[in-house]
């Protein structure tokens, strides 16, 4: 028998495999890939964001595989979905309509309310992680009954609804059903500026972990790493911001003088960074005009920004206010820059782009209609990427 050392390197592991539900442009995904999945399917319905995820595969093999892309209904994708065991994660925001307890159609009911397709394809791969992302507004009192479905849906989704059954009966059955728990549901909302994006972005996260995985009892959410009250102490308090950016500094406005006040009196949490501000993230990009360099895609002005009732635009020292899609994908006031001297301008399509977080190099092509509703539809990248970060070192996968 040989004395020598073993030189057989260790097997390495496959990375987790993730399937992405409305994938729109990438937000999810790309952040999900940061976090070291690696995505089997991605399920985008609408071409235009079906396109920007090909044709950033196809620019970066690193990415997924353009035929990973699939154009098609969650409703008709079961067929890619492959046997259980071969997906550890199931991500995506299910489009939801609002729901009430006094509707007749309402909930599973309604076509427009894509949480039981999520959910039809939770019960077919049973996951190890599932993530879905939604608005806040699906908390308020009206919807947060159909919520609570959902998460009961989660937990227990081996009881399946039945064939015309209203969500409210199957609720029932799953809440007074004796079969044990699959998976533990936990809620978050998270604010993107409060990890670092760029941006003013309130979501709602509800995680699932299957129960059989390590950690699934303790889940405890992600730790926050960025503070308005930093950014305030910064500005206003020691007036670093401003050196930091060759600017004379400034009184706060008359809206923040209480809490300038109460900052400067009991201090701030030391181990946080400051909220990152427009400024801050735009301070080395070229100024857009007609023709965008090579290195700076999707990056050329946009005339026509003025302000009027309710459309303001976004102060540059500030995150910037929530990216919406916008009605035809035309965004409003939040998608304008508004300096310290009152002037506006809108934010081009790669300055958008870095609000949520998209790295420079990643494209948006089509028209500009589009692909900002593409950018307003994503889930932060940050986000996803912390999200599912501290979920991989939480169990382990």
């Known amino acids: 028998m040989s004395t020598k050392a073993s030189t057989q390197q260790p097997v390495q592991q496959p990375p987790p495999q993730s399937i992405e539900l409305f994938a729109g442009g990438g937000g999810m995904a790309l952040g999900m890939l940061q976090a070291g999945f690696a995505h089997r399917v991605l399920?985008?319905?609408?071409?235009?964001?079906?396109?920007?995820?090909?044709?950033?595969?196809?620019?970066d093999p690193d990415l997924w595989k353009p035929d990973a892309v699939h154009e098609v209904d969650i409703r008709d994708a079961h067929h890619l979905l492959g046997e259980r065991g071969q997906t550890q994660l199931v991500a995506g925001g299910p489009p939801c309509q609002p729901?009430?307890?006094?509707?007749?159609?309402?909930?599973?009911?309604?076509?427009?309310?894509?949480f039981p397709a999520a959910l039809d394809v939770v019960r077919s791969t049973l996951p190890e992680l599932v993530i879905f992302e939604n608005?806040?507004?699906?908390?308020?009192?009206?919807?947060?009954?159909?919520?609570?479905y959902v998460k009961?849906?989660?937990?227990?989704?081996?009881?399946?609804?039945?064939?015309?059954?209203?969500?409210?009966?199957?609720?029932?059955?799953?809440?007074?059903?004796?079969?044990p728990e699959t998976y533990r549901v936990y809620q978050?909302?998270?604010?993107?500026?409060?990890?670092g994006v760029p941006q003013c972005r309130r979501?709602?996260?509800?995680?699932?972990?299957?129960?059989?995985?390590?950690?699934?009892?303790?889940?405890?959410?992600?730790?926050?790493?960025?503070?308005?009250?930093?950014?305030?102490?910064?500005?206003?308090?020691?007036?670093?911001?401003?050196?930091?950016?060759?600017?004379?500094?400034?009184?706060?406005?008359?809206?923040?003088?209480?809490?300038?006040?109460?900052?400067?009196?009991?201090?701030?949490?030391?181990?946080?960074?400051?909220?990152?501000?427009?400024?801050?993230?735009?301070?080395?990009?070229?100024?857009?005009?007609?023709?965008p360099?090579?290195?700076?895609?999707?990056?050329?002005?946009?005339?026509?920004?003025?302000?009027?009732?309710?459309?303001?635009?976004?102060?540059?020292?500030?995150?910037?206010?929530?990216?919406?899609?916008?009605?035809?994908?035309?965004?409003?006031?939040e998608a304008m820059i508004r300096h310290l001297n009152g002037h506006v301008r809108y934010l081009t399509i790669r300055e958008a782009a870095i609000a949520q977080g998209f790295p420079r190099d990643y494209e948006f092509p089509g028209y500009r209609s589009r692909v900002m509703g593409v950018i307003g539809n994503a889930v932060a990248v940050q986000v996803a990427a912390t999200l599912g970060t501290a979920l991989r070192h939480h169990t382990g996968l």
């Open 43 to 59: 399920i985008e319905w609408w071409a235009p964001a079906a396109h920007v995820l090909r044709h950033n595969a196809q620019r």
């Open 99 to 114: 729901f009430s307890l006094a509707g007749v159609h309402a909930g599973d009911n309604d076509e427009r309310n894509m």
């Open 135 to 148: 608005v806040p507004g699906l908390t308020r009192a009206g919807f947060a009954p159909y919520l609570d």
């Open 152 to 179: 009961a849906q989660l937990r227990r989704p081996e009881v399946e609804p039945r064939e015309d059954e209203l969500w409210h009966e199957h609720n029932r059955r799953i809440l007074t059903s004796d079969h």
């Open 188 to 195: 978050h909302e998270i604010d993107a500026a409060d990890l």
């Open 203 to 291: 979501r709602v996260f509800l995680v699932a972990i299957r129960t059989d995985v390590a950690g699934a009892d303790t889940w405890g959410g992600v730790a926050l790493s960025h503070s308005r009250d930093l950014l305030l102490h910064q500005q206003y308090v020691t007036g670093d911001y401003w050196e930091r950016h060759g600017l004379r500094r400034r009184l706060p406005p008359p809206r923040l003088a209480a809490q300038v006040l109460r900052i400067e009196k009991t201090g701030v949490a030391g181990h946080l960074a400051p909220w990152v501000t427009l400024r801050d993230a735009l301070s080395t990009i070229p100024a857009p005009g007609g023709n």
């Open 293 to 333: 360099p090579a290195d700076w895609p999707n990056h050329y002005a946009i005339p026509g920004a003025r302000v009027y009732a309710k459309h303001t635009g976004s102060p540059i020292d500030l995150p910037s206010k929530t990216i919406k899609a916008g009605v035809h994908g035309v965004s409003g006031g």
